[in-house]
Antibody
Framework: EVQLVESGGGLVQPGGSLRLSCAAS????????MYWVRQAPGKGLEFVSA????????YYANSVKGRFTISRDSSKNTLYLQMGSLRAEDMAVYYC????????????WGPGITVTVSS | QSVLTQPPSVSAAPGQKVTISCSGS????????VSWYQHLPGTAPKLLIY???GRPSGIPDRFSGSKSGSSATLGITGLQTGDEADYYC???????????FGTGTKVTVL
């Protein structure tokens, strides 16, 4: 069964850092690009970051550029999101997502993990 | 602020049809395929439509997608109470070098 499971969320103070992980199973992790997508309370879905299948290319939303870093470890079948200089507006449920096709749509989503930014 | 615009809400009675529009530009919808996602609160989003009009395995043919120029449309026929959810369009944006989601549409079954 194809599965994505996020971990590493929690409460962090403004200006702090947090690293999210996403454990992938049931498919060949190295064959797929991956996204992080978030949903802030009362808001819609927002693309955060993308990484291609081998980690050579990364992409970021303007709102997180320079503060967040996406990476992947093929030996652990794990996707990461290193988040720094966190702001109140970064508070959200963060989803790990598998990307498919030449149009890079999401075909599998993780259940999501909550990040709370508050003092 | 999303670059893809959707109506905030649509509604219809059970068994009826609704359509949800998604308006973009030449750098996103006009340049790439569109996907649609269903999102129920507290759950992971679900892929409904990919590449404008493709349906993943397990998605009923009550759900359909189309694209024309820089706009796309999701149609839901035979509306059911279980269809009450938020729906998002999505595509890659060439100018932003990132994936973009629509503003989201809440479907209500009256």
């Amino acid at each position: 069964e194809v599965q994505l499971v996020e971990s590493g969320g929690g409460l962090v103070q403004p200006g702090g850092s947090l690293r999210l992980s996403c454990a992938a199973s049931g498919f060949i992790f190295n064959d797929y690009a991956m996204y992080w997508v978030r949903q802030a309370p009362g808001k819609g879905l927002e693309f955060v970051s993308a990484i291609n299948y081998n980690g050579a290319n990364t992409y970021y939303a303007n709102s997180v550029k320079g503060r967040f870093t996406i990476s992947r470890d093929s030996s652990k079948n794990t996707l990461y999101l290193q988040m720094g200089s966190l702001r109140a507006e970064d508070m959200a449920v963060y989803y790990c997502a598998r990307v498919l096709g030449s149009s890079w749509y999401v075909d599998v989503w993780g259940p999501g993990i909550t990040v709370t930014v508050s003092s | 602020q999303s670059v893809l615009t959707q109506p905030p809400s649509v509604s219809a009675a059970p068994g009826q049809k609704v359509t949800i529009s998604c308006s973009g530009s030449s750098s996103n919808i006009g340049d790439n395929y569109v996907s649609w996602y269903q999102h129920l609160p507290g759950t992971a989003p679900k892929l409904l439509i990919y590449d404008n009009d493709g349906r993943p395995s397990g998605i009923p043919d009550r759900f359909s997608g189309s694209k024309s120029g820089s706009s796309a449309t999701l149609g839901i026929t035979g509306l059911q109470t279980g269809d009450e959810a938020d729906y998002y369009c999505g595509t890659w944006d060439r100018s932003l070098s990132g994936y973009v989601f629509g503003t989201g549409t809440k479907v209500t079954v009256l």
